[in-house]
Nanobody, 124 residues
Framework: QVQLVESGGGLVQAGGSLRLSCAAS????????MGWFRQAPGKVREFVAG????????LYADSVKGRFTISRDNAKNTVYLQMNSLKPEDTAVYYC?????????????????WGQGTQVTVSS
């Protein structure tokens, strides 16, 4: 089992920045590719960013490419999502997830473990 706890969400004005963190425990963190997803009210959960176990490969949704950066610190068992130039359409609950592979993946079904989510609200 892997436990994931997100933090860093909040309310920010459009154009602002936030950094989300996800602390993992329970198993060897470097065994997992990690990802961030988000879900807005009335919408399906969507992929935001993914990172391989070593951090050498990162993947991004087109909607966040160039604005968001995913990174990880295996010594701290933590994955991060730096979000810059935030837009109102980025408003959602953001979820951290651990994949059943060490690779980076965009496929929701590849992720076996999920955090509880953290709310990000971007005001216009």
């Amino acid at each position: 089992q892997v436990q994931l706890v997100e933090s860093g969400g909040g309310l920010v004005q459009a154009g602002g920045s936030l950094r989300l963190s996800c602390a993992a425990s329970g198993r060897t963190f470097s065994d997992f590719g990690m990802g961030w997803f988000r879900q807005a009210p009335g919408k399906v959960r969507e992929f935001v960013a993914g990172i391989s176990w070593s951090g050498s490969t990162t993947l991004y949704a087109d909607s966040v490419k160039g604005r968001f950066t995913i990174s990880r610190d295996n010594a701290k068992n933590t994955v991060y999502l730096q979000m810059n130039s935030l837009k109102p359409e980025d408003t959602a609950v953001y979820y951290c997830a651990a994949a059943g592979t060490r690779l980076a993946t965009v496929v929701l079904d590849d992720y076996d473990y999920w955090g509880q989510g953290t709310q990000v609200t971007v005001s216009s």
